[in-house]
C-alpha cells in the first residue's frame, strides 16, 4: 500500500473543509468577521467591567488555592510580628499568609480588591452612559434589567468577598450584615439564624459566604454577562446619529481586524492599569485591622465605596421606631427603611424605568439610534436625580471622615445629609433640565443664525454686529435658511468648519506635508468665495 | 435615507472567476451580509512612506518594551528579596516592583496593539443593514399555532384529570427539592428556654448559677480600684470563652464615673424601675454592643459622658441610661446590675434586663 504523502500546503485548506463538513461553519464565520461595529469611546465603559471580569476571575482563582474558609479559632504562629500568637480564625490566618508568606500573594489579593473596585466602578459609569443616551429604550429594556441585576450581584460578590478574611473591619461589617436581616418584620431572627447557623457570629458563615462567592455568584454574573453579551450581538449596538447614520443600519467597521484588535489592546491597557494600582496603591491592609473581635472596632470603619451609599443611607435614617402594640409588643426597626426597603427601590425602579418612560411617551417604537442628553431634558433631570441622591448617600456614608479631616461637627454632617437627601436631588433635577433645554436652544440658534466668527461690524448707522457663518445655504438677503436639528453635534466655533489648517504631524521636524485644509460643505457649495456677510 | 434593506442588494460575482482579486471575493462576502464600505483608505500617502516606517517602528518598540518589562517583571519576581521582615527592608519593595513591572509591560503590550489596529490598520467605513424588523405576522401565526398545537396533542385541555394529576405530582417534588436547604438550614431562635436574643454570657445559668463575674480579655476578675475615676474599661463574662466570638453580645464597658456624675447617673437610673439599683458605688456598666446596628460603641467621650458608635455615630448619653441623643439608635444601651462577691470582684447581679444588641421584630 502507497502511504499518502502529507501535504503542509494543503493542510490549513482540509482543516476547514473538515470543520465546515461538520459544523457547517463558513457562512455564519463569515458573517462573524464581517460584523460592522459602531465605534465611540463612551461604548468601551462596559468593556472596563467585562475585562476588570476576567481579571477578578484569574485573580480568584489564585487566591482560592491558598485561602481556607474556615473559622476554627486559632493562634498565629506567621512571619507578621505584631499579631504573635493572637488568636483568630483560620480565614484570616491564612488570609494574612497570603498577605506574607506567598509569594506575590498580596500583589494577587491587591489585584483583586482593586479589580472588584474598578468593575463595580465601570458598571454605575456604563449604566449612566446607557441611561442618559436612551440605550436602554425598546429593544433593549431586557438588557438593561440584566444590567441592573449585574451590579446587584456585583454589590453581592464584593460583600461576600471583603468579608472573608474576617479580619475587624470584615466582621463589624457581617455584624450590621445581620442586623439587617434581624431588621425584617417576622421573619427577622428567624432569616439572621438560618444565614448564620445559629447566634451571630456562629461558626458557619465564612463557609456559606465562599462558596457563594467562589460558586455560586460568579456562576450567575458569568451567565448573565454572556446573555448580556448575546444580546448585544444578536440586536447589534446602538450608534450615535449623524451622517449616513439611520434607525436601520449600523455604521462602523467590521469586527475583524481592526476592532477585535483594538479590543485587544483596550483589554490589555485594563489589565495593565489594574496591575499597577495593585502594586503602587495598598488596599485593604487586613493585618493592621485585627481579627474580628464582637468588642473592637476603630473608627473611619467604611464598606467598599459602592456599599457606602447603603450604610451612608442608614446613617442618615432617623431613630424613627415603629411599635405594634399587639401582644408582647412588635417592632419595626428605623434601619428596616434604610437598608431592606430603600436598597429594594433603589434596583426596582431603574429596572422598570424603560417600561415607565415608553409609557409616558407612548413610545412604542425600537429605537437603534441614541439620544443626546440634551435632547430628553426630563430623562437627564431623573439622571441626574438619582446620581445625586447616590452621591449624598455615599459621602455619608463616610461622613465621619470628613467629619474628623475638615474639623466639621460630625452631627452637622449627618444633618446636612440628611437635607441634603431632600433638597439636593430636585435641585439636581431643575439644574439639569434646564442647563439640556439652553444647550437645545443653543444648537437651534446656530442652525438658524451661523456660527459666531468674533468678527465685529459697524453698520452705517453706528451699530455693532458680530457676523455669523452659515452653516448652509443662504437666501437672496444674504440670510441663512434655518437648518434642521439632526439629533448631533452642531458645529459652535469656526474652527470645527475648518477655519483652522489641520495640525501638523511630528515631534522635531513635520512628518508630512500638511493635507489641503478642508472645505466646509457650505463654502465647497460656491466655488467663489466673497466677503463673509452678516448673517443677521 | 430610510430606506430599508432586505436581503442582498448590488450585483453578485462569480467567485470561481480566476480574474477577482482576494479583495474583490472579501467584498462579494460583504454584498451577501448587507454591508458596504463606504471608505476604506490606509493613513498614508503609498506604501513603505517615512511616515509609515515611523510608525511600525515605534509599535517593534513597544512590543519590545512590553517584552522587558515582562522578564523584568519575573526576574523581580524569582531574585528580589520578598520574604516578609521587620522594619525597613528591601521586601517593603517586593509588591510595588510587581505591579510597575507587570503593568507597563501589559500597558505597552496593550499600546502596541492598539497603534497597530488604529495606525496601520485602514480606516474604514462600513454600513451594514440592521435588519431588526420583527417576524411576520405570517411566521408569528405559524409559530405560536405549532406551540398550541403541542398543548393539543398533549391533551391537558382535554383531560383534567391529568391536569391535577400533575400538579399534585409536580408540587411535592418542588418542595422537596427546597427541603433540604431550608430544612438544613433553619435554626429556631426561639428553641431554648431563654432564646439566644435575650441572653448574654453574664446569664448565671452560664456559670452553674452563681454569678458571673466581670473579666478582662485574659480573664481575670476585676476589683473597683482597678478602674480609675473617669476611667473605662471593656469587660466580658468570666466563663469558658467569654471574651471570644461565642459571647459577641455580652462584651460590656465599665466605667468608674467621677462622683459629680455618679450622682446625676444614679438619680437617673434611680427613676428607671428596670435599671434601679443596677449601680455599684460610683461605677456603672452599660452592653458595649450599639442597639442600632450591633457594632461596639466604644467611643467614651469623657467630657461630654456620651459613647459613640463609630459604624453609624449613634450616640448615648452615659448620665441618663444610656439614651440615644443622636443618631440612628432608638433604644438605650442595656445597663448590667453591678455588685462585688465576697472576694471583693466585680460580679454581675444577673443578666441584662433589657434586650442587648440590634433590634428586631418580636423583641417585647
Known amino acids: 500500500m502507497k502511504r499518502r504523502k502529507m501535504d503542509l500546503a494543503e493542510a490549513p485548506r482540509n482543516f476547514a473543509k473538515g470543520v465546515d463538513d461538520r459544523f457547517q461553519a463558513a457562512t455564519p464565520l463569515r458573517g462573524l468577521l464581517n460584523k460592522v461595529f459602531p465605534d465611540h469611546w463612551s461604548f468601551l465603559l462596559g468593556e472596563i467591567a467585562l475585562f476588570s ?93 440584566i444590567g441592573v441585576l449585574l451590579f446587584l450581584l456585583g454589590f453581592f460578590a464584593g460583600f461576600t468577598g471583603y468579608s472573608l478574611p474576617d479580619d475587624g473591619l ?126 473592637e472596632v476603630s473608627s473611619a470603619s467604611q464598606p467598599d465605596f459602592y456599599v457606602m451609599f447603603m450604610d451612608g443611607l442608614v446613617r442618615l435614617m432617623p431613630n424613627w421606631q415603629i411599635y405594634i402594640p399587639i401582644g408582647n409588643g412588635y417592632s419595626i426597626p428605623p434601619m428596616f427603611w434604610p437598608a431592606v426597603v430603600g436598597l429594594g427601590a433603589l434596583f426596582t425602579l431603574p429596572m422598570a424605568y424603560p417600561w415607565l418612560e415608553a409609557r409616558k411617551l407612548k413610545d412604542k417604537r425600537s429605537h437603534h439610534l441614541l439620544e443626546r442628553p440634551r435632547d430628553n431634558p426630563e430623562r ?27 474639623h466639621i461637627s460630625l452631627n452637622a454632617m449627618t444633618w446636612a445629609g440628611r437635607i441634603g437627601l431632600l433638597i439636593l436631588p430636585p435641585l439636581a433635577y431643575y439644574i439639569s433640565v434646564r442647563i439640556c433645554l439652553g444647550l437645545q436652544q443653543h444648537d437651534r440658534q446656530v442652525l438658524a443664525h451661523g456660527v459666531e466668527t468674533g468678527i465685529i ?34 458645529p459652535k466655533k469656526m474652527n470645527r468648519i475648518g477655519a483652522l489648517a489641520p495640525a501638523i504631524k511630528g515631534f522635531f521636524y513635520p512628518v508630512e506635508k500638511p493635507a489641503e485644509a478642508p472645505v466646509s460643505p457650505a463654502v465647497a457649495a460656491s466655488t467663489k468665495r466673497e466677503e463673509i456677510k452678516s448673517g443677521r | 435615507m430610510t430606506a430599508v434593506h432586505h436581503g442582498e442588494t448590488g450585483t453578485p460575482v462569480d467567485v470561481n472567476d480566476p480574474h477577482l482579486t482576494r479583495f474583490d471575493i472579501v467584498k462579494e462576502g460583504l454584498r451577501r451580509d448587507d454591508i458596504e464600505i463606504v471608505t476604506y483608505e490606509s493613513h498614508f500617502h503609498g506604501q513603505n512612506s517615512k511616515a509609515e516606517k515611523r510608525v511600525v517602528r515605534n509599535i517593534a518598540i513597544l512590543f519590545l518594551l512590553s517584552g522587558l518589562f515582562t522578564l523584568a517583571f519575573l526576574v ?80 391537558v385541555q382535554r383531560r383534567p384529570l391529568l391536569k391535577g394529576a400533575i400538579a399534585l405530582g409536580a408540587a411535592p417534588l418542588g418542595l422537596a ?17 431563654e432564646p439566644m436574643m435575650y441572653r448574654t454570657g453574664f446569664n448565671p445559668v452560664k456559670n452553674g448559677g452563681n454569678p458571673v463575674r466581670l473579666t478582662r480579655e485574659d480573664g481575670s476578675p476585676i476589683r473597683p480600684d482597678d478602674v480609675s475615676a473617669g476611667g473605662q474599661m471593656t469587660v466580658y463574662p468570666g466563663i469558658p470563652h467569654g471574651a471570644t466570638n461565642h459571647y459577641a453580645d455580652s462584651p460590656t464597658l465599665l466605667i468608674h ?74 433604644r438605650r444601651l442595656p445597663m448590667l446590675p453591678l455588685t462585688v462577691d465576697e472576694e471583693g470582684f466585680f460580679v454581675a447581679a444577673s443578666d441584662y434586663k433589657d434586650t442587648v444588641g440590634p433590634d428586631f421584630w418580636e423583641r417585647p
Open chain 1, 380 to 406: 437627564v433631570g431623573i439622571g441626574m436625580m438619582a446620581m445625586t441622591f447616590f452621591l449624598v448617600a455615599t459621602l455619608s456614608g463616610a461622613n465621619d471622615v470628613i467629619a474628623d479631616k475638615f
Open chain 1, 457 to 490: 461690524k459697524r453698520l452705517p448707522n453706528g451699530q455693532f454686529v458680530e457676523i455669523h457663518q452659515p452653516l448652509g445655504p443662504v437666501d437672496d438677503h444674504g440670510h441663512p435658511i434655518p437648518l434642521e436639528y439632526a439629533g448631533w453635534a452642531v
Open chain 2, 177 to 193: 427539592v427546597a427541603a433540604p436547604l431550608v430544612g438544613g438550614m433553619i435554626e429556631d431562635p426561639h428553641k431554648d428556654p
Open chain 1, 170 to 295: 470584615s466582621g463589624t461589617g457581617l455584624r450590621i450584615a445581620s442586623a439587617i436581616m434581624l431588621t425584617l418584620p417576622v421573619i427577622g431572627t428567624w432569616l439572621s439564624a438560618a444565614i448564620f447557623g445559629g447566634e451571630f457570629p456562629g461558626e458557619l458563615i465564612i463557609g456559606r459566604f465562599y462558596i457563594a462567592h467562589v460558586l455560586l455568584i460568579p456562576g450567575i454574573l458569568l451567565a448573565l454577562i454572556a446573555a448580556h453579551l448575546g444580546i448585544v450581538f444578536k440586536q447589534k449596538h446602538t450608534q450615535w446619529p449623524g451622517p449616513l447614520r439611520t434607525n436601520e443600519n449600523v455604521v462602523g467597521e467590521r469586527m475583524f481586524p481592526r476592532y477585535a484588535m483594538k479590543q485587544g489592546g483596550f483589554f490589555m491597557a485594563v489589565f495593565g492599569v489594574i496591575a499597577l494600582m495593585a502594586g503602587m496603591f495598598q488596599i485593604n491592609p487586613i493585618w493592621l485591622f485585627g481579627p474580628y473581635r464582637a468588642a
Open chain 2, 76 to 155: 523581580f519576581y524569582i531574585v528580589w528579596p520578598w520574604e516578609f521582615e521587620l522594619g525597613h527592608t528591601l521586601s517593603d519593595y517586593y509588591t510595588p516592583i510587581l505591579g510597575v513591572t507587570l503593568g507597563l509591560g501589559l500597558l505597552a503590550l496593550g499600546f502596541a496593539i492598539l497603534a497597530w489596529a488604529k495606525k496601520l490598520l485602514p480606516h474604514e467605513l462600513s454600513i451594514q443593514q440592521r435588519h431588526g424588523d420583527p417576524s411576520s405576522d405570517e411566521e408569528r401565526l405559524i409559530t405560536g399555532q405549532t406551540m398550541m398545537y403541542v398543548a393539543d396533542e398533549l391533551g
Open chain 1, 53 to 145: 471580569f476576567i481579571v477578578l476571575l484569574l485573580s480568584g482563582v489564585f487566591l482560592t488555592l491558598f485561602f481556607d474558609p474556615s473559622m476554627k479559632e486559632v493562634a498565629y504562629d506567621g512571619e507578621y510580628l505584631a499579631l504573635k500568637g493572637t488568636m483568630m480564625s483560620a480565614a484570616y490566618e491564612s488570609s494574612l499568609h497570603i498577605s506574607f508568606e506567598v509569594r506575590g500573594g498580596l500583589f494577587m489579593r491587591q489585584m483583586h480588591h482593586w479589580a472588584a473596585l474598578l468593575f463595580m466602578a465601570s458598571i454605575i459609569v456604563h449604566m449612566a452612559r446607557v441611561f442618559f443616551t436612551g440605550a436602554f429604550r425598546k429593544p433593549r429594556e431586557i438588557n438593561w434589567v
Open chain 2, 257 to 330: 464615673l467621677r462622683a459629680d456624675d455618679a450622682a446625676t447617673t444614679r438619680a437617673a437610673a434611680d427613676a428607671d424601675p428596670r435599671n434601679k439599683g443596677s449601680m455599684y458605688g460610683n461605677y456603672v456598666a452599660y452592653s458595649k454592643i450599639c442597639t442600632h446596628a450591633g457594632c461596639p460603641a466604644s467611643l467614651y467621650e469623657q467630657q461630654t459622658n456620651r459613647l459613640l458608635c463609630p459604624c453609624h455615630q449613634s450616640q448615648f448619653l452615659i448620665t441618663d441610661n444610656a439614651q440615644p441623643v443622636f443618631g440612628p439608635a432608638t
